[in-house]
């Protein structure tokens, strides 16, 4: 019995109602223009005004269900009355047409609901109002829905008080009825399809795309600068009483690093917050010689050797190149602290190679930062094999370190 009667003490089932009687509201103006329809067919045979009337009405509501603001309206519609969790529509090139024919689904279904609970609703108020309000007025024979009923006063017109309330409890189980129809139905006509929801698959693929890719940014950047600049600290510590202007240098060269990382650290988190940032450094090869400058200031001895026109790379090669160079230095800082560095760079014309060297103190070589929780070497590894190319890294010859990348120029994006 009680869960019988149960969805009458619930709140959804009343904002069911405030649903349903809303799909009332939303089909008056088509039930306008299928009136007026009707008005100006007075005259035609009664098959012809009916199809008239439901011509009408089909189409104002065809017309309604293609109307992107009207999906979006009915979206936040049902989630507010019905608790759901529907995503926000979202554009579909070229396959707008199942979206439309589900919104008009939808329209259908939800306008007819309305309007069959709103006349339930109004025969169960209307039946309990008047038998018990002429049993409480002293009884009377009354007329009811064409049947003539006769309301006796005093005990023996009582039937009328639980009829009363079986017809206004009948009106809520309606409601609830109506509510779990139209929450059962919306994530099926105004949820996601299938089109749509791989232009989602797609948007959180690219967003996935651009978290790791801020995500290698904000390591070699910050990284990076963190290394040199306690290599630096240490050189320039070594060197104030013995040469201040060789510490200045290395504070110098400090002050210079951080101030670029914290460029990179503000456009990543720019992205972050907006999904845009106020700037957009975009280091390049044309970048290269004042990080190394900054590098020899630690005492690291750099020597660098190139090859073939490096002005003219493409813009994606000279960016990830730029970053290779930049987190092999600081792996040679981090593992080899002033240890010579060898730095080849070679553009030829289908491929631009990097080869990097430096000598391990005691001829042992560093654990692999792929190994042992870093990510270093495993975002070279990706940004390499994004554009196609070849990357290793590990102990080379004579117990030094060696790492080699091997970029395909025309078939970078």
Do not use: K
Not at 205 to 224: F, I, K, P, T, Y
Not at 238 to 248: G, H, Y
């Amino acid at each position: 019995m009680w869960t019988l009667i149960s969805p009458t003490y619930r709140a959804d089932t009343y904002r069911g109602w405030t649903l349903a009687m809303a799909g009332v509201m939303v089909s008056l103006p088509a039930v306008a223009v299928a009136l007026a329809v009707g008005l100006v067919s007075g005259g035609w045979p009664p098959a012809v005004r009916w199809g008239g009337l439901f011509v009408a009405l089909a189409g104002t509501t065809a017309v309604a269900g293609a109307l992107p603001a009207v999906r979006r309206w009915n979206i936040r519609l049902a989630n507010r009355a019905l608790r759901t969790r529907l995503p926000a529509p979202l554009p579909v090139p070229g396959r707008a047409w199942p979206v439309r024919a589900r919104t008009v689904a939808w329209l259908t279904l939800h306008q007819a609901t309305g309007w069959l609970l709103l006349t339930t609703t109004v025969l169960c108020v209307t039946t309990a109002v008047a038998l018990g309000g002429v049993w409480i007025g002293g009884g009377d024979d009354i007329t009811f829905f064409t049947l003539p009923v006769h309301i006796a006063a005093g005990p023996a017109g009582a039937w009328t008080v639980p009829v009363s309330a079986a017809a206004l409890l009948s009106g809520a189980l309606l409601s609830a009825l109506a509510t779990a129809l139209l929450r059962a139905t919306a994530p099926v006509l105004l949820g996601h399809g299938p089109d749509e929801r791989f232009t989602a698959l797609e948007t959180q693929v690219r967003e996935l795309e651009q978290r790791n890719r801020l995500a290698r940014e904000l390591h070699d950047s910050v990284g990076h600068t963190l290394t040199a600049s306690t290599v630096q600290a240490a050189v320039a510590g070594e060197l104030m009483e013995t040469d201040p202007a060789a510490a200045r240098r290395a504070l110098a060269a400090i002050e210079e690093s951080c101030r670029s990382a914290l460029d990179d650290l503000d456009h990543v988190l720019g992205v972050l917050r907006e999904g845009r940032a106020a700037t957009t450094p975009e280091h390049t090869l044309a970048d290269l010689a004042p990080l190394l400058e900054r590098l020899r200031h630690t005492g690291t001895d750099i020597d660098v050797r190139t090859g073939g026109d490096l002005t003219h790379l493409p813009a994606t090669v000279s960016r990830e190149a730029y970053r290779i160079v930049q987190e092999g230095m600081t792996n040679a800082l981090r593992h080899a602290p002033r240890a010579p560095v060898t730095l080849r760079l070679t553009a030829g014309s289908d491929w631009l190679a990097i080869d990097m060297a430096n000598a391990l103190p005691d001829h042992r070589p560093p654990r692999s930062p792929a190994r042992h929780g870093g990510r270093g070497l495993v975002g070279l590894d990706e940004r390499v094999r994004l554009l196609r190319g070849e990357f290793t890294a590990g102990p080379g010859g004579e117990g030094g370190w060696h790492l080699s990348a091997r970029i395909p120029l025309r078939a970078a994006p």
